[in-house]
């Protein structure tokens, strides 16, 4: 018997793709996976466990080993600072983290606001520019920061644009591409050497 992997994943829009990769590198899961209310998922035919998470938490789980293995976007990645390491960029659900706000403002030139989901991405982002904002930290819902007068700017994911689009905002840099990566518990990593590299091997090959 193959020793046991337990792998975090999202719920939510990352949790499909991650599946459907999984399911084009060879792995078996099951039909009724996919529209799952539970919260820990055993997969016997593959010795598979999978913790179903809010994408934040992903890397928290991994980080304390309670998951060998976990599929987070770069974005949370950058934010969380978690102690894992990054194994594969499984490039799925491809967005990215941009600087948003009213068409033609400025921010204000005192104490300017930026409201996000990404309050070290965003302060990293805006020090290195050499502006000193106040970060305003919410957890969904981002857009709606400027529209009713809590924020200057946002700074928030782009995947389509339509978000932006249908509250009219307009983009004003990008900070960052993001893509769902696999990572790894570092022990975990040495302890299950094997397993692990065979599915790193396995989803290589079909990126
Ligand atoms: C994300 C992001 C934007 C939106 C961008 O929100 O925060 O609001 O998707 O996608 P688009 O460019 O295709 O419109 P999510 O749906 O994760 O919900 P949230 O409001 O909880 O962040």
């Known amino acids: 018997m193959t020793e046991q992997l337990t792998i975090a994943m999202p719920k939510g829009r990352i949790f499909e793709e991650a599946a459907e990769l999984l399911r084009t590198a060879g792995y078996t899961l099951p039909p009724e996976f996919d529209d799952s209310r539970k919260l820990i998922i055993d997969v016997a035919e593959e010795n598979f466990r999978f913790i179903l998470s809010k994408p934040m938490d992903v890397a928290t789980y991994v980080e304390h080993g309670v998951a060998d293995l976990g599929i987070a976007g770069k974005d949370v990645l950058l934010e969380e600072e978690r102690d894992v390491y990054e194994l594969l960029d499984l490039k799925i659900s491809p967005c990215y983290l941009a600087v948003a706000g009213l068409p033609g403002t400025k921010m204000n030139d005192v104490a300017p606001k930026v409201a996000t989901k990404y309050p070290k991405v965003a302060e990293a982002f805006f020090r290195e520019q050499g502006e000193q904002v106040e970060i305003i930290k919410l957890n969904g819902s981002i857009e709606l920061a400027p529209l009713i007068g809590l924020s200057d700017r946002i700074v928030d994911i782009v ?3 339509r978000t932006l ?24 990593y040495r302890m299950k050497d094997e397993r692990i590299s065979a599915m790193v091997n396995a989803l290589s090959k079909v990126i």
């Open 159 to 161: 995947s389509t644009g």
């Open 165 to 188: 689009k249908e509250n009219g905002l307009v983009e004003f840099e990008t900070i960052t591409p993001i893509t769902s990566r696999l990572i790894v518990n570092p022990v975990s």
